[in-house]
């Protein structure tokens, strides 16, 4: 009976799980809008990074109107544009730098 009542419990926890897929999800970035400082902001680059292969991750990063440094994330796409999938903020501390 304490075996039978622990694997209920169990299966009851692990029906709650939800899978996640590993990566950039595009429902995410859909969120995420070009801030002043993002190389997309005021739409995509002129320059295309013709020997990235698809899929490649490009770093960014800047300081922000707020003097915040800003890291974000891009992939670029099929068709060579920039796709922003992530953003995050350092804040600084009694005037630290990087």
Excluded: W
Aim: charged letters at 20%; hydrophobic letters at 35%.
């Amino acid at each position: 009976m304490k075996n039978l009542t622990t694997i209920l419990c169990t299966a009851l926890l692990l029906s709650g799980c939800e899978a996640t897929a590993v990566g950039y999800s595009a429902a995410y970035s859909a969120y995420l809008e070009p801030i002043p400082g993002s190389i997309t902001y005021g739409g995509q680059p002129r320059t295309r990074l013709t020997k990235a292969p698809v899929g490649s991750i490009v770093p960014h990063q800047f300081n922000d109107r707020f003097g915040r440094r800003v890291y974000e994330t891009y992939v670029i796409e099929p068709d060579r544009s920039l796709r922003l999938v992530s953003r995050r903020y350092r804040l600084s501390f009694f005037g630290e730098d990087d």
